[in-house]
């Protein structure tokens, strides 16, 4: 059984930066950020192939994170950099053992989720 834990989130003003971590990912083909904010639907941040190095980025956020993993490490993580307000949400790490990262983030599996950690931009 796999327990991700997120960890990282917080308040900080728009420009900011903020890391976000996933542990206990596991042995996992692939991860995944995805985000949700209030009255919003589930979007997905980032996702990337473990075994290949590959990864996808959502539109609202290219160019300001990056997804990184480490399966002997068993974690993940999420850096985010020049936030605005409209990235506020709750973020959760997902790993799917059965899926591919492809960017299109609706086919996107995910076999575990973690219990989110929220981001605050203001």
């Known amino acids: 059984h796999v327990q991700l834990v997120e960890s990282g989130g917080g308040s900080v003003q728009a420009g900011g930066s903020l890391r976000l971590s996933c542990v206990s990912i596991?042995?996992?083909?692939?991860m995944a950020w995805f985000r949700q904010a209030p009255g919003k639907k589930r979007e997905g941040v980032a996702c990337?192939?473990?075994?290949?190095?590959?990864?996808h980025y959502g539109d609202s956020v290219k160019g300001r994170v990056t997804i990184s993993g480490d399966t002997s490490k068993q974690t993940a993580s999420l850096q985010m950099a020049s936030l605005r307000p409209e990235d506020t949400g709750r973020y959760f790490c997902a790993v799917g053992w059965n899926t591919y990262c492809t960017g299109d983030y609706a086919l996107y599996l995910a076999s575990y989720w973690g219990q989110g950690t929220q981001v605050t931009v203001s």
């Open positions: 596991g042995s996992t083909y692939t």
């Open positions: 990337m192939n473990l075994n290949t190095g590959t990864s």
